[in-house]
């Protein structure tokens, strides 16, 4: 008996250490709540503005109509106005329809070029330029020539397609002019160095020729119509050119290569006539010929010379982007023709433009800053299928065009 009531001493005591020891919840004791859960920021509400023409200030969001005093409003907010407004045409008021800048079509740092991170907000201007445009002037008459600082690499198919290289189009008016000038001045002194070449050389071999005629009236009937006059004539109007101070004056220089030219093709022929007056296969005869295939060759290499003056004016899709905000009050600078990646992304955004604006925007050939792969050519974007290709920079071919601008991010 008294065993056993040992052991249930023990028992019992066993129970209170192991309370003891782990505690033991009660009403009068409550375990410490857990830490509530942190709860869930507020949702962004885009600040709104008064006394403005639009809803919003910045920072602007892809989808916005910017307005000339600095405020926007979401595309979709007009779209889903009932009415079309009696005067306008469109969804857009009076006071928006007359003040309109620009659709925001991009808000990012893909669009930059190399390893710009950068974020860029672009808007593309509404009007677009009708089928005026060429990338150069054709009556210029330049030659293809491609200009590394305007190419950027196009793969995939239309819906898909995606860019590398230059996608940043903002100055590229200036590169252009800067290197079609650079190389039409290349041009200009590689012909120099090719005609103080040419002249003395053919000025000898008309004096031996003569020399060689000299006792055979027939050969130098031939050569004695040929007057050494004119060859001093412009041998002295290019010695003039080239010693003359100022700019370049190619047009000068054209019409002097035009000169030589001329007489260079009648000294051939008349090199080729008299050697026919002498027995072939005769000295006088061979030397003859020598001197005309020579001359021939000339004549080839100064035909083929195509020489050019250009200005800044006469990249006119470019120029005609660059002026686009000249009526603006405000946000009248800052204007560029878009690569093909910046115009590809405008035409994502094409059904927005088409809505506010009440036009179909359905142009088969819009004009890039991007020298296209053939040296000869920029891409084009045809807008009512999004596929790109590329047309000629000289021709006169006329593109549609674009123009878009950089907007304040704050």
């Not at 039409?184 to 160095?193: C, D, F, G, M, R």
């Not at 000294?267 to 001359?295: K, R, W």
């Not at 290499?301 to 000249?326: M, P, Q, T």
């Amino acid at each position: 008996m008294k065993k056993t009531l040992f052991t249930f001493l023990v028992m019992l005591m066993s129970i209170v250490c192991v309370f003891v020891l782990t505690g033991c919840p009660s009403p009068e004791d409550p375990a410490a709540p857990e830490d509530p859960a942190t709860p869930d920021p507020a949702p962004y509400v885009r600040p709104e503005v008064t006394g403005k023409i639009g809803r919003y200030g910045t920072p602007y969001e892809v989808g916005d109509i910017v307005f000339t005093d600095g405020s926007a409003t979401p595309a979709a907010d007009i779209e889903s106005r009932a009415d079309v407004d009696s005067v306008t045409g469109t969804k857009l008021t009076v006071a928006e329809k007359n003040a309109i800048v620009a659709y925001i079509f991009y808000v990012g740092n893909e669009l930059n070029n190399g390893n710009d991170t950068t974020t860029r907000t672009l808007g593309v201007g509404f009007e677009v330029f009708p089928y005026s445009n060429v990338w150069i002037s054709f009556w210029v008459g330049v030659p293809d020539y491609s200009i590394d600082s305007l190419t950027c690499s196009v793969t995939g198919t239309s819906g898909a397609y995606s860019f590398s290289g230059i996608k940043n189009g903002r100055g590229k008016l200036d590169d252009a002019f800067n290197a079609y000038r650079a190389y039409s001045e290349l041009l200009v002194e590689e012909t120099k160095t090719k005609i103080e070449v040419m002249l003395p050389n053919v000025t000898t071999y008309l004096e031996e020729a003569i020399n060689i005629a000299t006792g055979n009236e027939d050969a130098l009937t031939y050569l004695s119509n040929i007057s050494g006059e004119d060859i001093n004539e412009d041998k002295e109007s290019f010695d003039a050119y080239v010693n003359a101070s100022g700019p370049i004056d190619t047009d000068h220089l054209v019409s002097i290569l035009g000169s030589i030219s001329a007489n260079f093709h009648e000294i051939y022929d008349a090199f080729l006539s008299a050697a026919g007056e002498f027995d072939i296969g005769s000295e006088e005869s061979d030397l003859l010929y020598s001197y005309s295939t020579e001359v021939f060759d000339y004549c080839e290499e100064l035909d083929s010379i195509h020489l050019f003056s250009i200005e800044r004016n006469d990249f006119v899709a470019f120029v005609s982007a660059e002026e686009y905000g000249s009526a603006f009050s405000s946000y009248s600078d800052g204007w560029y023709l878009p690569t093909i990646a910046e115009l590809y992304e405008v035409w994502k955004k094409k059904d927005d433009l088409c809505a506010i604006m009440g036009e179909e925007y359905d142009y088969e050939q819009v004009v890039s800053a991007t020298q296209a792969a053939d040296a000869g050519k920029c891409d084009l974007l045809n807008f009512s299928s999004g596929e790109i290709s590329s047309g000629s920079k000289t021709s006169g071919n006329y593109y549609a065009a674009f123009a878009i601008r950089e907007f304040p991010a704050e």
